[in-house]
């Protein structure tokens, strides 16, 4: 079964430093891999996807994100953190075996950024 | 476009009150899912539709019912409010499997 495990609950850093948000997908199929973000009392908001093209995927704000195969991960990472990235990250995985029609959703990662 | 909206806002339930939570998108999406958001949980898949009259069970769809009878809407029911479900309820609606999906603003259900 399609699962995905974000592993810090929470990651600070400090303005102009580099951020990394780890996430490692467990599929049995070629997955489909997102990363959301949701601000304080607001919805959520596709930062990017991967969909089986290139591996190196380029989102809004400045984020990206590299599909490992062989090491099951999808980490999201930005060189240089701003205020307005402090927020809740979530990595998302979807694959052939429902069909692509079920998403499953980490537990998130709180992103905490102090001047 | 007004995008997926989501009505209530905020509601508060006596325990076996039950109620329906709206969900509208105005994208022609034919896929539309309920989530809900608890703290340290992630989001998880409540009950998902591929299209008008068809529907199917997601993560943890005990308590809660939907029909599809338009490709707009997608309303989840409460039987039978219950404590476990407080939450908050988030709608969602994309074009197909490989597509993005866009959330609406939540409801923030309280149930007492």
């Known amino acids: 079964a399609q699962s995905v495990t974000q592993l810090d609950s929470h990651v600070s850093v400090s303005e102009g430093t580099p951020v990394l948000l780890r996430c490692n997908y467990s599929s049995s199929y070629s997955p489909s891999l997102f990363w959301y973000v949701q601000h304080p009392n607001k919805g959520l908001q596709l930062l990017l996807k991967?969909?089986?093209?290139?591996?190196l995927v380029k989102g809004i704000n400045g984020f990206e994100a590299e599909f490992k195969k062989s090491e099951t991960s999808f980490h999201l990472t930005k060189p240089s953190a701003h205020m307005s990235d402090a927020a809740e990250y979530f990595c998302?995985?979807?694959?052939?075996?429902?069909?692509?029609?079920?998403?499953?959703f980490g537990t998130g990662t709180r992103l905490l950024v102090s001047p | 476009n007004a995008g997926v909206t989501q009505t209530p806002k905020f509601q508060v339930l006596k325990t076996g009150q039950s109620m329906t939570l709206q969900c509208a998108q105005d994208?022609?999406?034919?896929?539309m899912s309920w989530y809900r958001q608890d703290p340290g949980m992630g989001l998880r898949l409540i009950h998902y539709?591929?299209?008008?009259?068809?529907?199917d069970q997601g993560e943890v769809p005990n308590g809660y019912n939907v029909s599809r009878s338009t490709t707009e809407d997608f309303p989840l029911r409460l039987l039978s409010a219950a404590p476990s479900q407080t939450s908050v309820y988030f709608c969602a609606s994309r074009q197909g499997s490989y597509y993005e999906q866009y959330f609406g603003p939540g409801t923030r259900l309280t149930v007492t």
């Open positions: 994208m022609n999406h034919e896929y």
């Open positions: 998302v995985v979807s694959d052939r075996e429902t069909g692509f029609q079920k998403l499953v």
């Open positions: 539709s591929v299209g008008a009259g068809i529907t």
């Open positions: 991967y969909t089986s093209a290139a591996t």
